[in-house]
């Protein structure tokens, strides 16, 4: 038997927090398929359940102050229809699992299992994204980068909650998606990368790059990407080599039952080659 | 005036499954029922030196070797498989203990709790390694003409290696059976492709006359091969424990187990040594056939048999020796899938032709061409071909649906064309069917037809499609003819659900039979009648030197696949994929339409994204997290045709349709990469990984 919580809102749903050790469950799309022990049975929690996925205050798509607020209880697939996501945010999600898991799973539910394969955090990592945690007492505000520490591991204390994700609402002319899995839908991420940019007269003004699935989290070498502000969009190409000697080290990928690390390396190569030699030319500009 | 036979109609048993009405295995309710899970090896090859059982609650029972009241192993063509494990156990997965009791939870708690002291045993993983150390099981060999003078005249000689992967069935309802005891008969209920094999298992491992055990098949959520022989092992651990502890037990496999424990396709290598003459036409062919039987032998000289018969696919060649060898590794057995050996060997075969078209300069449809089988021509087992055979009609179709020729000129970088051609031997390898004698009953009752056979219903429309025949003779509304519950108990031996024997065999019968009871229906109000299968008489056989006619007739097929492969990725993305068959004649060109799109993607999935590997006996993709099969968004166009060219002896003309389809997409897949990226492709799956990796070796 699995024990749960099911409180009416936010506050009670931190008074249990702060009472009982739990494990919190919005969409469970992960949780039920780790801890699943096979036909007829039950899956084995080793503590009881704290159901959050229906809580109000965690449900909201928001715009407030030069941020884009998501409740981290809100659908993958209220995401793809609401106005307010960015375009290239919905390619990613878009190619996430399929249409039946995208109806249960949430973004805070992406953002807390902390996979290295995770499809929406290579963008929530680009647009320097926020998080919100709250215990009964007290919320703090913590960079996501700052929030996974490693593979299924977060800075969550055992009586907070993730209660609001927050998004930069910085417009990126220049955005470009990639992910590569085994085949076309309901696969995990072999690599994934989310490219922004804004060039400005042959310049590049401000450039984020983020690779999933290579290394224990999320990898963006901000000294790579913080060399090349201000360089000219038309000598990349000839400094390629250069800038991927700067990025190469931070990519640690490993062999797997999906693929090999020299792959995912090779990919992570020709990704970024792509993505900055083809800079002045992708024209995916999304809307606000 | 009558409709067409070909004319569809829709499944009878569509409706029931799509509004999830139709039970499963899982769906039966037995009273007081008692679960059951298998304790398994961890081990890939070790002496069991201790088992620890801990205290049992009242209830439950822990069952082993011991209770076995009959033979301990699973009888099938080579009955090597212990039922459960003796003191030795071969391959990670094998059954050792069966727990039995009231509540899954304890069932499965208690299966953890068992602990089981190993002495490890050197293992051999590999077909390398196997064939280093001398692990045969099987050893055939066949020739034809004088391979070694014709060798020594040959102008040019070459040699190559091609090899394919495991693959897993993946049907939607994993295995499962059910047993009880009712008086003093066995009734066991399963998920199965041939309740006679289950049968005569049980009567071995019971030691119980047929008459006292009933197997009783229940709708099966896809076989693929899966459900042959595998099943037997099974039924005979229920069977068991239903005699151990007088309940009522049920065992259904969760997907992982499935993953772990059962049979999966035969992992290849096929080496070549081969002559041609100054017009570049391939005179001789020495063809070494290595299969990974895995760690016993079961079904796969069978499988070995289609392989090496199959082995020169759609060609003519005078001098051949073929040598077929299966080989013992420390990793789960091999077994039927969908092709039985065929694929591997006419996957390599393709690739051969078309390598040494490339490599000479020609087109290979040119050089494939040339050597094709003609009606009259002997097959590499000496085998005369009685029929029409209607390749270059369904070769000229193909061409033109896909514009082959323009688009082969015309294709950019990282796209490609590829064509494959393929044949399928309809029905039992070698004398089989003549061994088996199907026979069929049917049953008239006033108005109403009883079809009795056990042939089953898997997924692929067998009930419709029978029912049809019988329907379109007997000119009555298809629901006046009905198929008998596959019960043992009720049905005779049509024979297993294999070999893509279902329609031109028992259906062949089955119409035999109709005409009889159409030219007695207005006299008789109940009329019974059976019929056995004959061979034709000009079709001979000789299982000893492999000569002779090894299939009744053959289906053929020609494919087309376009492919774009990602520059960034290189993962593969078929685009379209043509397929022109002749089967004969359709029955139910929807329904067969569906056994040739289905049989497409499984054989692009074999192709392509079906990585399935073993690290040291462990298989290292055990779910479907891992292991991926094609999803609807990776299902290419496909284009699918037929010409008709009936079979004398099958009914309407129809030949084999079922396992034809798999055999063409892989072949014709990788030639397409090959033309995209201009690298030859020798090995299955084609992984992004492998292409990526020769790409930047050519650099």
């Known amino acids: 038997m699995v024990n749960g919580y099911h409180p009416k809102d936010l506050i009670e749903a931190l008074k249990i927090r702060a009472e009982v050790s739990c494990i919190p469950l919005a969409g469970g799309t992960d949780l039920m398929v780790q801890n699943a022990r096979g036909t007829g049975l039950s899956p084995n929690f080793d503590k009881p359940l704290l159901f959050v996925g229906h809580l109000p205050e965690l449900r909201h798509i928001e715009k407030k102050e030069g941020f884009l607020h998501i409740g981290p209880s809100v659908l993958l697939s209220e995401m793809l229809s609401h106005p307010f996501i960015p375009e290239t945010f919905k390619k990613a999600i878009s190619q996430m699992a399929s249409p039946p898991t995208r109806n249960l799973a949430t973004l805070g539910g992406n953002i807390c299992n902390a996979s290295p394969a995770g499809d929406t955090l290579p963008f929530l990592y680009a647009m320097d994204a926020e998080l919100i945690l709250e215990n009964h007492a007290f919320d703090r505000r913590i960079p996501i980068e700052e929030f996974i520490c490693g593979p299924k591991q977060t800075e969550l204390k055992s009586d907070e909650l993730l209660t609001d994700i927050l998004i930069p609402t910085t417009l990126f002319p220049v955005s470009y998606y990639k992910k590569v899995g085994q085949r076309r839908g309901m696969s995990l991420t072999k690599v994934s990368f989310h490219g922004l940019a804004e060039i400005v007269d042959g310049y590049v003004e401000d450039l984020r790059m983020a690779f999933g699935s290579v290394a224990p989290t999320v990898v963006r070498s901000r000294d790579c990407e913080n060399s090349l502000i201000g360089e000219p969009v038309s000598t990349l190409k000839s400094r390629f080599n250069e800038i991927w000697e700067l990025y190469e080290p931070s990519i640690q990928p490993i062999d797997d039952a999906r693929s090999t690390a020299t792959y995912r390396k090779n990919v992570c190569y020709n990704i970024l080659k792509d993505f900055l030699t083809h800079l002045e030319n992708i024209k995916e500009i999304y809307n606000e | ?699």
């Open chain 2, 1 to 699: 005036m009558k409709m067409s036979i070909s004319k569809s109609i829709n499944r009878t048993d569509a409706k029931g499954k799509i509004w999830g009405e139709t039970p499963y295995l899982g769906d039966i309710a037995f009273d007081n029922p008692l679960y059951v899970k298998t304790v398994r090896s961890n081990q890939s090859h070790a002496r069991i030196s201790a088992i620890h059982i801990p205290t049992l609650p009242e209830g439950y029972w822990v069952i082993d070797k011991s209770h076995i009241p009959g033979k301990n192993y699973m009888k099938t063509v080579v009955s090597d498989h212990p039922i459960l494990a003796e003191d030795e156990v071969l391959y990670i997965g094998q059954p050792i203990l069966l727990v039995a009791g009231p509540d899954r939870e304890k069932v499965y708690g208690l299966s953890k709790e068992i602990r089981i002291d190993y002495e490890p045993l050197p293992a051999v993983y590999t077909l390398e390694e196997s064939e280093k150390q001398g692990m045969v099981f099987t050893d055939y060999t066949l020739s034809k003409g004088n391979p070694v003078e014709a060798f020594s005249q040959a102008e040019k000689i070459l040699q190559d290696e091609y090899s394919t992967g495991l693959q897993e069935h993946v049907y939607l309802e994993p295995q499962g059976m059910a047993a009880e005891f009712k008086e003093d008969t066995v009734f066991v209920y399963g998920s199965m492709q041939c309740p006679f094999y289950v049968e005569e298992a049980l009567t071995e491992a019971l030691n119980m006359p047929a008459d006292k055990i009933r197997v009783i098949q229940t709708t099966t959520g896809g076989a693929f091969g899966g459900k042959e022989e595998f099943p037997s092992l099974i039924a005979c651990h229920v069977a068991i424990a239903t005699c151990v502890t007088g309940h009522p037990v049920i065992l259904i496999y969760d997907r992982d187990e499935d993953i772990l424990s059962t049979t999966k396709r035969h992992p290849s290598l096929v080496r070549y040594k081969v002559g041609l003459d100054k017009n570049n036409t391939l005179t001789v062919l020495d063809i070494d056939i290595l299969y990974n039987a895995g760690a016993y032998a079961g079904i796969s000289p069978v499988v070995l048999q289609r392989g090496i018969f199959s082995s020169t696919n759609v060609y003519n060649f005078q001098h051949i020796r073929v040598r077929g060898r299966n080989f013992r590794t420390h990793t789960v057995p091999s077994g039927a899938f969908r092709g039985f050996g065929a694929p591997q060997s006419i996957f390599a075969m393709e690739m051969l032709m078309h390598n040494i078209a490339i490599s000479l300069g020609l087109e290979p449809i040119d050089f494939k061409m040339k050597h094709c089988l003609k009606q009259g021509d002997t097959s590499c087992t000496g085998g005369k071909i009685h029929d029409k055979i209607i390749l270059p009609e369904l070769l000229e179709r193909a061409l033109t649906l896909s514009e082959y020729r323009k688009k082969i000129q015309t294709h950019k970088p990282f796209t490609g064309i590829g064509l494959s051609l393929f044949l399928h031997g309809c029905g039992f390898t070698g004398n089989g069917e003549q061994t088996i004698r199907g026979k069929i009953i049917l049953q008239k009752k006033g108005k109403d037809v009883l079809i009795k056979v056990s042939s089953v219903e898997m997924g692929q429309g067998a009930d419709t499609i029978l029912r049809k025949i019988v329907a379109h003779t007997l000119e009555l509304p298809i629901h006046h003819v009905q198929c008998e519950v596959r019960d043992t108990g009720l049905i005779p031996d049509s024979g297993p659900t294999v070999a893509s024997r279902t329609v031109m065999i028992v259906g062949g019968l089955l119409q035999k039979a109709a005409e009889e009871m159409k030219s007695r229906w207005d006299t008789e109000e109940n009329l019974e009648i059976s019929k056995v299968y004959h061979h034709p008489d000009f079709l001979v056989w000789d299982n000893d030197t492999f000569t002779g006619n090894a299939y009744p007739t053959y289906s053929w097929g020609v494919n087309v696949a376009e492919v774009a492969i990602d520059p960034i990725s290189y993962a593969i993305q078929v685009k379209k994929i043509t397929a022109v068959y002749d089967v004969g004649r359709a029955i139910d060109e929807r329904t067969l339409r569906g056994q040739m799109e289905g049989g497409i993607v499984q054989g692009m999935g074999w192709a392509t994204i079906e990585v399935m590997h073993a690290d040291e006996g462990t298989l290292v993709q055990r779910t479907l997290t891992d292991y991926k099969i094609p999803t609807s968004t990776d299902i290419p166009d496909i284009v699918c045709d037929f010409i008709e060219n009936p079979y004398e002896f099958g009914p309407f003309g129809a030949k084999c349709a079922g396992e034809l389809p798999f055999t063409g997409p892989a072949p014709a897949i990788a030639a397409a990469v090959s033309n995209a990226l201009g690298i030859p492709i020798k090995e299955l799956p084609i992984t992004p990984e492998k292409l990526l990796e020769m790409k930047n070796d050519e650099d």
